[in-house]
């Protein structure tokens, strides 16, 4: 159930410390046994016990309904809260994360936000603590079998504010009893109200375990292989939307490495986001404040850097003319400049009405509605033309014989409009 040690780390040594914990690795092997038994006494057993008992509504809602704590306790827990703090929540609402987090058995969340908040540091480096570049399955769950060296001398140097925290410290002090109690003996209370404890047990503990270990496991795996880079290209992390809903909208990967203090995932209102609507209705509940969200505006200009970036390693690989270069570049910086500064003036114009309105007479507040009609208009257009010089460039078909962009390509390209 991958516990680690007790001491705390000078300065100066952490960065250096988790580089040489790779270097020797000993075989963890209660982790191991866990990770290796649950499933196969899952498989097992729910096979043996249907087959002799059958199934009931009971145990399918069991496992439903702690599968859905569970994996809420991570993700809007352990992950969005206590690892990027993007969000402030109240004392009620803290404990379900702790207690459910605990069930999930991924660890006390001091151990789990420490893991996390250093794969963000070092992601894709030797000191990412589930690495992809060490290969799918080591990040999958392998780096779960070994123990980290780094608990021999150290611990949490990179969650001082979660040290401070006293009901994060209960949980760590007491996460084994937690595990038992709400892992195994809850559902198999719940399997007893029908007279059926074991079914509970394997259907709400185990099964449940195993579903919930991979799902986040997904995440630091196939989220890091499959999917599009949307926002950033600087490391391995991916958008997969096929992975949105079986992780609570965690598979919106590559935004979430790109603004990870953003309380969402998938931005989108068509994105499959669970925990982002879970965060909503706890707003509505007064159990939620300050969610973090990042301005339009900043992820408008990521999104234009990696267009922009494409279009330039299309055209080296194409063998692009110097004169063509500059006079592409030119509209690219311009449509950039013009749709940033647009999506800037849309916002703002719309942060200052929502902060402002109940302040204002009829007539101003007419004056700024037609203004952000008139900025919104002129985002649009700024987003269109940029869209149409990217898709002129996306038609440039590949270099001749003779390495020539074509004259119907340039002249495409250069016709568009871009101020």
Request: glycine share 8%.
């Amino acid at each position: 159930m991958y516990h680690r040690g007790e001491e705390i780390m000078t300065d100066g040594q952490n960065a250096d410390a988790i580089r040489s914990s790779g270097k020797e690795k000993p075989l963890d092997y209660v982790n191991a046994a866990f990770l290796i038994l649950t499933p196969v006494i899952a498989l097992i057993g729910i096979s043996w016990y249907a087959w002799h008992y059958g199934v009931t509504w009971l145990e399918i809602a069991n496992l439903i309904g702690m599968y859905l704590l569970t994996g809420m306790g991570v993700t809007g827990g352990y992950h969005r809260y206590y690892a990027h703090r993007s969000y402030e929540c109240g004392k009620p609402l803290q404990l379900f994360y702790l207690i459910f987090g605990a069930a999930a058995v991924e660890n006390s969340v001091l151990n789990w936000a420490s893991d996390h908040r250093y794969h963000h540091q070092y992601v894709d480096r030797e000191e990412d603590p589930y690495n992809i570049l060490k290969g799918g399955l080591y990040a999958h769950m392998g780096w779960v079998f070994y123990k980290d060296m780094r608990a021999v001398y150290q611990k949490f140097k990179n969650v001082p504010d979660l040290l401070k925290d006293p009901l994060v410290r209960w949980q760590d002090r007491w996460y084994l009893p937690l595990v038992i109690g709400f892992t195994f003996l809850l559902p198999a209370c719940i399997g007893l109200i029908e007279g059926r404890p074991l079914g509970g047990l394997l259907w709400g503990g185990f099964l449940r375990v195993v579903i919930v270990h991979h799902m986040t496991f997904f995440i630091n795996s196939l989220a890091h292989l499959y999917g599009s880079r949307p926002y950033a290209v600087d490391n391995s992390a991916r958008d997969n939307w096929l992975l949105g809903p079986i992780t609570f909208g965690e598979g919106y990967h590559n935004f979430h490495h790109k603004f990870q203090a953003d309380y969402r995932n998938g931005i989108r209102w068509y994105q499959f986001d669970m925990t982002k609507w879970w965060l909503h209705i706890m707003r509505l509940l007064g159990q939620v404040t300050r969610l973090r969200i990042t301005p339009e505006s900043l992820i408008i200009k990521a999104k234009l850097e990696v267009e922009m970036r494409h279009v330039e390693k299309k055209l080296v690989a194409m063998g692009a003319s110097e004169r063509f270069w500059v006079k592409v570049r030119w509209r690219l910086e311009s449509g950039r400049k013009r749709l940033e500064s647009a999506a800037a003036q849309y916002q703002q114009a719309k942060t200052e009405h929502r902060r402002q309105k109940h302040q204002w007479s009829a007539d101003m507040r007419k004056q700024w509605t037609g203004n952000i009609v008139y900025c919104r208009r002129e985002f649009v257009e700024a987003r269109r033309r940029w869209r149409d010089l990217m898709q002129a460039l996306n038609r440039i078909p590949h270099p001749s014989a003779q390495g020539l962009i074509t004259l119907t390509a340039v002249f495409n390209v250069l016709k568009t409009r871009i101020l």
